[in-house]
């Protein structure tokens, strides 16, 4: 994308499917390439070029999987389209719908993805449809449909013949209304990785909507079901004209032509109501849609960029594949696994015996042309030839993009966990202290001088020359994961365990958590069915309870003892008397305030709960934000977090309610004003970043530094792949300016103007909400970094070890005092401060 070049002129397969004449620059050119879906390359004809192509823009389509062959040309100019197509224009929100096999792995992985915000549950709305009200999970229930679900195979490709079942999806998808709210309607499989915020970021090409819509399509043998996307209008004018493509199509193939529901809604949007087939490559990559046959397995390797990949029919391939479309471009990847046979459901449908059909190709001549190609992998041999014809303007080879080998910095090492990994808990177990109010909060403060405090600095660190990052060496691992672990066997059948932990979905998390606590000697894992939500308890034993091994066998209760505890250095000095005199040091390599690094940290902390002891317990560690080259917290009371370091006041109520897809704190309000509170402050401008950092996060500011020097040029940074996530926010000066600015542009300079009345965040987090502002309304270019963030619902399934190699930046969460020492050990190990504990 965003790719110019001068004196160059493109050679495609087929032809410019038009021409613009009197177009005045190569921008304007690009600009109209950008406003036609069609369009995927242009070439433009200089001032004085020879002959008569002065002053035309030629725009021209690309085959799947192409790439225009440049020629040099010294009076053309061409280009394809630009990167940020969304600071260019916004492509509206999404409305996305599934329709899920009661009971069946579909079930199982759309429950995956709830806990995680993946596919659908990324988008602005959604919903699930079955026929039968299911719990998928608590608040998540199924609209019914009316259908059995059942279909046969058939046709010339023996594919599902579905139409009638999702004839009365959509049905259902009309009568409830819910996508005239919404510029763009998202049809997806269950067992389709999809990935919202990259439809989001192509879809402003294939705006305005049209009169009869706009669809995409996703494949060159035409549109696959995986993943149908459709325009309001789209979706209007085929729920107002299926019928009379039924009764169309019934004419033509003297009966049904035995299509699936894919194929039926592909030919009748475009042949019968005319609405506008955009064909968009980087959609979809699947088993039955090869672009040719060098990418025949560009669909397992889910690393190519596309909005979304199928099939992945179980929890551990979908895991996987999501993990790989999250690394970073050039990382090196290994093989994709062997798909793994279909399972007994292997679809949206129970079949029936199969039917003996008709081929489309016994219609009537003169139709026989408008009837589309095949949308079966079957029809992949009868054109495989294609790729070997020469288009108008000779062959053009596919060029498959670069790749080089990633650092081993960012390769981070984790030992293989014992147990699938598991999915994010619906809480991580809290402190014995009060509960605090909903959304963490910190007040600023000028930190002191001190010599365990750094103190505030009143500009940018004097540059230093910068060193090179730490290398994430090769290393052994940190403990033989739970090596004791007895299945079926209840170490504690009498319930002298004095402390428990709720909520915990795997023996392995329970183990990881006993580890994190110094007193644990052995844990028990089982099930309380008196408890909501997930039902497993954590009991950890020590003392007498710990090491009586009378334990009675028991189906489905797990015992076990913890690993070995790797110990802080600056413990064992306490314990040898020496106490803390220092900050806790920084890691071998490190090069604190190197020139375009600086940090300004912050925190916000409520004024009850484990947040302001977490805080004290960083402060006296000298590690966290108080490593920054200044710090600041938050709170909405005149908070000490110990002595000479306390928090400034924000003028509003941290308490906040929960909701929205995934039951999140709506905090959004709250942090509005807090960021009202670092503008105000003024401290931002002196120093390159800007991080805010939640309490119960395990920061580590030196590798943040090493992370930063990859991205100059970026104004923010994004740490999942699902979209930013609160725990670690680390945003430019120039980003924070842009923020200022909108603020400054409301009535009171209370609110960021624009943000607050372009975006319906009513039920947003304020990660979501601050994603959003930043990028959608003021278009600052965000870069993805996956060494950010590790925790639980971002595609970091063994966060509670924090072993994910030396160059993760943060871990989260963790609440109570102990395991947060603890995680920060286990991320340490192998490094020169951390001593293994005997």
């Known amino acids: ?449 001190a010599p365990a405090v750094p103190v505030a600095k009143p500009g940018p660190t004097p540059p230093v020359a910068p060193t090179a990052a730490p290398v994430a060496q090769p290393r052994k691992l940190l403990h033989p994961y739970c090596p004791s672990t007895k299945k079926d066997f209840d170490l504690d059948p009498h319930g002298r365990s004095a402390l428990s932990l709720d909520h915990i979905p795997t023996p392995e998390m329970c183990c990881a958590f006993c580890h994190g606590i110094p007193r644990c000697e052995a844990w028990v894992w089982k099930k309380d069915a008196n408890m909501s939500g997930c039902p497993y308890r954590c009991w950890v034993l020590e003392g007498e309870a710990a090491h009586d091994f009378s334990g009675v066998s028991q189906s489905g209760v797990v015992s076990g003892m913890p690993p070995p505890r790797p110990a802080l250095p600056l413990e064992k000095q306490q314990e040898a008397g020496a106490g803390l005199a220092t900050p806790f040091p920084s890691e071998a390599g490190a090069a604190e305030g190197s020139l375009g690094t600086e940090l300004f940290c912050f925190s916000l902390a409520a004024p009850r709960g484990a947040e302001r002891g977490l805080l004290r317990m960083q402060h006296s560690l000298g590690t966290g934000i108080f490593k920054c080259d200044r710090f600041a917290i938050y709170s909405n009371t005149t908070l000490e977090i110990t002595q000479g370091v306390s928090a400034r006041v924000v003028d509003i109520d941290l308490s906040c309610p929960r909701g929205g897809d995934s039951y999140t704190a709506l905090n959004s309000w709250v942090f509005i004003a807090v960021w009202k509170k670092v503008i105000d402050d003024g401290w931002y401008k002196e120093y390159t970043w800007i991080v805010k950092v939640d309490p119960d996060a395990v920061f580590f500011p030196d590798r943040l530094r090493h992370v930063l020097r990859d991205h100059a040029g970026a104004g923010y940074l994004s740490n999942c792949a699902f979209g930013l996530h609160g725990p670690i926010e680390v945003l430019s000066r120039r980003a924070v300016s842009v923020l200022a600015r909108d603020y400054d542009d409301s009535e009171r300079g209370d609110k960021p103007e624009r943000c607050v009345n372009e975006l319906h965040f009513g039920l947003w987090g304020e990660d979501i909400f601050l994603d959003q502002c930043l990028s959608k309304v003021h278009g600052v270019h965000s870069a993805l970094e996956p060494r950010l963030l590790c925790e639980a619902n971002c595609n970091c399934p063994d966060w509670f070890w924090c072993s994910n190699g030396t160059d993760r930046v943060s871990y989260h969460p963790f609440k109570r005092e102990d395991m947060f020492k603890q995680c920060m050990a286990n991320s340490m190990y192998g490094t020169s401060e951390v001593l293994l504990a005997q």
């Open 1 to 449: 994308c965003g790719l110019n070049e001068d004196g160059v002129d493109y050679f495609t397969r087929n032809k410019p499917y038009t021409s613009l004449p009197a177009v005045g620059t190569a921008a304007d050119c690009m600009l109209h390439c950008f406003h036609d879906g069609r369009c995927a390359a242009w070439t433009w004809g200089k001032s004085g070029s020879p002959g008569d192509v002065a002053g035309i823009c030629y725009m021209k389509e690309l085959e799947q999987a192409e790439w225009p062959l440049a020629k040099v040309n010294s009076g053309m100019v061409s280009g394809s389209l630009p990167c940020d197509m969304q600071s260019m224009q916004t492509g509206g929100s999404l409305f996305c719908f599934a329709l899920m096999l009661p009971r069946s792995y579909e079930q199982t992985l759309l429950g995956l993805q709830f806990d995680s915000k993946l596919s659908l549950f990324g988008c602005d709305q959604y919903a699930i449809y079955s026929n039968e009200a299911i719990e998928v999970r608590p608040a998540l229930i199924t609209g019914i449909v009316d259908s059995d679900l059942k279909c046969s195979f058939g046709g010339e490709f023996g594919t599902a013949l579905n139409l009638e079942i999702f004839l009365a999806v959509w049905k259902k998808v009309s009568a409830d209304g819910v996508f005239k709210n919404h510029a763009w309607t998202v049809k997806v499989d269950p067992d389709s990785v999809f990935f919202p915020a990259k439809l989001r970021s192509m879809l402003p090409h294939h705006m305005p909507d049209q009169p009869k819509g706009v669809y995409l399509n996703n494949c060159r043998y035409g549109m696959h079901g995986p993943l149908e996307v459709f325009s309001k209008n789209a979706v209007l004018n085929w729920v107002a004209g299926y019928q009379s493509c039924l009764d169309h199509f019934n004419k033509v193939c003297s009966g049904s032509c035995n299509w699936g529901e894919d194929m039926f809604i592909d030919q009748c949007m475009e042949k019968v109501l005319h609405a506008r087939r955009d064909n968009e490559w980087g959609l979809l990559s699947e088993e039955h849609c090869k672009p040719d046959k060098r990418h025949s397995l560009d669909w397992q390797s889910c690393n190519n960029g596309n909005v979304a990949f199928h099939p992945f029919k179980t929890e551990v391939s979908y895991r996987a594949c999501v993990a790989r479309a999250a690394a970073p471009p050039g990382t090196a990847l290994p093989p994709p696994p062997p798909p793994p046979p279909p399972p007994p459901a292997a679809s949206n449908l129970v079949t029936t015996e199969p039917v003996k059909t008709t081929s489309t190709t016994e219609a009537p001549a003169k139709e026989a042309s408008t009837l589309a190609p095949a949308h079966a992998g079957a029809a992949e041999d009868n054109r495989a030839a294609d790729d070997e014809k020469e288009g108008s303007h000779g062959a053009v080879p596919a060029v498959p993009a670069p790749t080089t080998p990633a650092p081993a910095a960012q390769a981070p090492t984790a030992p293989p966990p014992a147990a699938p990994p598991p999915v994010a808990p619906a809480a991580m177990p809290a402190a014995p202290a009060a509960a605090a109010p909903v959304t963490p909060a910190a007040t600023p403060v000028t930190p002191p001088a």
